[in-house]
């Protein structure tokens, strides 16, 4: 598989490690889009949204975003969690995964 982000989870490709548990990994954004932005994405492949069909993983990455906001200082100002699903969702990368943005105020656009 040439899932980029199985490969940044299995090391293969480097990355800034935000976060980490035994169903997660979460990492800096290399295009950010706000001061804070984080990409958690399961361990195992999962392409959207709609293939989910673990709990402990969902429960798993909105831990993550909610200490990922800690880490990274943004939990008391605020911060935003956007999940893109399918090609119409613009989802780019076919692993599911959720953005953790913050660090500034943010209005509806992100650019």
């Not at 950010?32 to 958690?40: E, G, S």
């Not at 798993?60 to 893109?84: C, D, P």
């Amino acid at each position: 598989m040439d899932c980029i982000f199985c490969r940044i989870v299995s090391g293969e490709v480097p990355s800034t490690k935000v976060y980490e548990d035994e169903l997660v990994y979460a990492f800096e954004d290399i295009q950010p889009l706000a001061p804070v932005h984080v990409i958690v994405v399961p361990k195992r492949h999962v392409a959207t949204l709609n293939e989910l069909d673990d709990s402990d993983v969902w429960f798993s990455m909105l831990k993550a975003a909610k200490e990922t906001a800690k880490i990274k200082g943004v939990a008391e100002t605020g911060y935003r969690i956007a999940v893109n699903c399918g090609r119409d969702g613009t989802q780019i990368v076919m692993h599911l995964h959720l953005h953790v943005l913050g660090g500034r105020l943010l209005d509806g656009k992100l650019g």
